[in-house]
Every structure is written in C-alpha cells, then in structure tokens.
C-alpha cells in the first residue's frame, strides 16, 4: 500500500516538472521579444492587403506604407494620400498598441485605403511575424492589415 502511494507521488512529481521544462524563463522570452521588436521596428513596411483585400502598389500615386521608429516609439505610415503618425508601444508577446495620431488633411481621390488603414492602426492589440510579413490584429480574427517589409 504504502509503495503505491509513493509510486503515485513520484509520477505526480515527474508530471509536474515536465510540464515546466518547456516553459520559457522570463529572461528568455525578454530577449525573444527584444528580437522580434528589432526586427518589426526602423524598416518600411509595404501595405499589401486591409481587411482582407488586396491593396494595388501605389494609391493616388503613392505607395502606402507603414514605418516603426524604435528610438521614440513613434510611427508614421499613409494610405496613398495623407501622412498619418503618432505613438506605439511593443509589449510582451507581439502585444502592439498605436495611439491615434495626428494626420495631414489632403482631399484625395481615392481615401478608402486610407480611413481603413488609420482605422485598423487603432484597432490592433497584436502582430505577427511570418519571414519578411508582418499582419497587424485584433484578438485572434482574422488580420487587419498585412504589410510586406521594403529592402
């Protein structure tokens, strides 16, 4: 009876442990995030596709674009006609939140891109990085906003 309980014990044990050898420690995943953040921020990012849609190369003849500026968590993007900018915070986790910013007031032909793209800023909590792809979302739909990076 008694060597049963300590067989139990010990599987309970060894359960318990395993599960924390796959667990990142804090400093690890500190310095994961740190790598992802340099690698999203001070590169241009090229709009490719906003909610769902393909976004042509340039828009009222300009290319829309996003661009993170690490050194005063500020951004600056357009959607092919207006300069949109303000702050950003990178967080733990791919966890990303815009503060709505200021803009230029040009009347463009064509502004759909644009009111989509400043919308999308503010409603993101989140990227994800796939090679040279970043997707701005929200919670776990679908993207917002896909960006391809500039070389």
Do not use: H
Request: proline residues 2%; charged residues 25%.
């Amino acid at each position: 009876m008694r060597s049963t309980q300590y067989i139990t014990l010990g599987l309970c044990v060894l359960s318990l442990s395993a599960c924390s050898i796959f667990k990142k420690t804090a400093k690890e995943q500190t310095a994961e995030d740190a790598k992802q953040s340099n690698v999203i921020t001070d590169r241009r990012w090229k709009l490719v596709e906003l909610a769902g849609k393909p976004v042509a190369d340039k828009v009222n003849g300009k290319e829309p674009f996003l661009l993170l500026q690490k050194s005063d968590s500020r951004y600056s993007a357009s959607g092919g006609c207006n300069g949109i900018g303000g702050e950003f915070t990178l967080e733990n986790n791919g966890r990303i939140k815009f503060a709505q910013g200021m803009s230029t007031m040009m009347a463009c032909e064509n502004m759909e891109v644009e009111q989509e793209l400043s919308k999308a800023l503010i409603t993101a909590d989140n990227y994800s990085l796939s090679g040279d792809n970043l997707s701005l979302n929200k919670a776990r739909m679908a993207p917002l906003a896909r960006f391809k990076a500039v070389k």
